[in-house]
């Protein structure tokens, strides 16, 4: 158990809203990350984090944020919410270090009407 | 752009055949391919691999990877109706990050 917990775990939510994910973990991991699930897609990663205040684009970043501020929190914001991010988000971490697999939180599923 | 191809997208077999999954990649910097399991909810780690010809198994799941022409395999023996999920490959990189295919839809019959 890599100690990941993602909230809220379901949200439906209207179009042009703001919407923020939260990524909690508590084992002091470094690298941190958001990952989008759609059918066809398999996982594509939004933003990842190397450390506190330290974070990178990943292939699918556009209309997506995400912040840092404590090693423990990682937060992934759509500014204003559209249809083409209905999707399921997974977070994960890396373990040890950069080289680790991956451990995956159970996923939150967000739906845009 | 790192690329990871897999294939077959989906494979339907009876319990007790034999299945082979593939995954070839082309990646900068690579350190490391890595195999999954999804059932209904997150993914779970199967294997790592970091050199070639080395099998990587546990129980009737192995894995090799051959870092010459750029692909890996994923066999199950004996497969059972709960061996039933996607499959999925990653790399590994320098930078920490991890591209993935689109996976292996897996379905054993009884």
């Known amino acids: 158990d890599a100690g990941i917990t993602q909230s809220p775990r379901h949200k439906v939510t209207e179009t042009g809203t703001p919407v923020t994910l939260r990524c909690h973990q508590t084992?002091?991991?470094?690298?941190m990350y958001w990952y989008r699930q759609d059918p066809g897609h398999g996982l594509r990663l939004i933003h990842y984090s190397y450390g506190v205040k330290d974070t990178d684009k990943g292939e699918v970043s556009d209309g997506y944020s995400v912040s840092r501020s404590k090693t423990e929190d990682f937060l992934l914001t759509l500014e204003s919410a559209t249809s083409s991010q209905t999707s399921v988000y997974f977070c994960?971490?890396?373990?040890?270090?950069?080289?680790?697999?991956?451990?995956f939180g159970e996923g939150s599923r967000l739906t845009v009407l | 752009e790192d690329k990871v191809v897999q294939s077959p997208l989906s494979l339907v077999v009876h319990e007790g055949d034999t299945v082979t999954l593939n995954c070839s990649y082309e990646?900068?910097?690579?350190?490391?391919l890595l195999w999954y399991k999804q059932e209904k909810k997150a993914p779970t780690f199967l294997f790592m691999l970091?050199?070639?010809?080395i099998e990587k198994k546990s129980g009737r799941l192995s894995s090799i990877l051959d870092k010459k022409e750029l692909f890996s395999i994923l066999n199950i023996t004996a497969t059972q109706t709960g061996d039933s999920a996607v499959y999925l490959c990653?790399?590994?990189?320098?930078?920490?990050?991890?591209?993935f295919g689109d996976g292996t839809t897996l379905t054993v019959k009884p």
């Open positions: 970091t050199s070639s010809g």
């Open positions: 084992e002091n991991h470094r690298y």
């Open positions: 990646v900068t910097n690579f350190r490391s």
């Open positions: 994960a971490i890396r373990n040890r270090d950069e080289t680790g697999e991956l451990f």
């Open positions: 990653a790399d590994n990189t320098n930078a920490g990050k991890s591209t």
